[in-house]
Structures are given as structure tokens and as C-alpha cells.
Nanobody, 114 residues
Framework: QVEPVESGGGLVQPGGTLRLSCEVS????????MAWYRRAPGMQRELLAT???????NYKDSVKGRATISRDDAKSMVYLEMNSLNSDDTAIYYC????????WGQGTQVTVAS
């Protein structure tokens, strides 16, 4: 399995929290800077957050302060937790490296609605 495998999406109420997980191939992603992206309906995919191999995070302004990206290289996992969700956060969420390799997973759908 080369493509990342994202999980943890679903229906979340406004103001709620999402916790996403991503399993990556160590052979291809190794110690790269990893990232979470999302594509909202009718929009292009956007970069949300990155985390270096040293664990240094960086966030897009629109999620700064309410998103936390983390990684567990021993488990080849990348995580995203985001709170205070609103309808603008409805999207398919993907993980990949930053810049991305040409291996995209299916993503995980997050729908924010009451």
C-alpha cells in the first residue's frame, strides 16, 4: 500500500471536534514533512497543516488555534485534531507529504451539520 489511508471522518455537529488518522507507507513517506489537506465541495484542495520530521507544526490561518497536527513515525501515522468546527470545515480530508507525492488516498469525508 503506497497511498495513505485516512480515517476518522463522519458527521460532526457544529462546534464539535474531529480526530483524523492517516496511515502512510514508511517506504515512500519516510521522514518527510507530512501534511493534512482538504477539498471542500466545489473548491480546490487546500493545505491545512504541516509537520516536519522534527515535529514542528505549521497551520493555515483559517485553522490556526483550533487544529493540532501530530505524527507517530514508529507507527507510520499522522493525525489531525480540530475543534470548533463549522460548516466551512465540511470537506474530504487527505494526508500526504508537503509538497505532496503523487500518491493520494481516498480521503475521509467530514460533514459538519446539526
Amino acid at each position: 500500500q503506497v497511498e495513505p489511508v485516512e480515517s476518522g471522518g463522519g458527521l460532526v455537529q457544529p462546534g464539535g471536534t474531529l480526530r483524523l488518522s492517516c496511515e502512510v507507507s514508511r517506504d515512500f513517506f519516510g521522514m518527510l514533512t507530512m501534511a493534512w489537506y482538504r477539498r471542500a465541495p466545489g473548491m480546490q484542495r487546500e493545505l491545512l497543516a504541516t509537520i516536519t520530521d522534527a515535529g514542528t507544526p505549521n497551520y493555515k490561518d483559517s485553522v490556526k488555534g483550533r487544529a493540532t497536527i501530530s505524527r507517530d513515525d514508529a507507527k507510520s501515522m499522522v493525525y489531525l485534531e480540530m475543534n470548533s468546527l463549522n460548516s466551512d470545515d465540511t470537506a474530504i480530508y487527505y494526508c500526504n507529504s508537503s509538497p505532496p507525492l503523487n500518491y493520494w488516498g481516498q480521503g475521509t469525508q467530514v460533514t459538519v451539520a446539526s
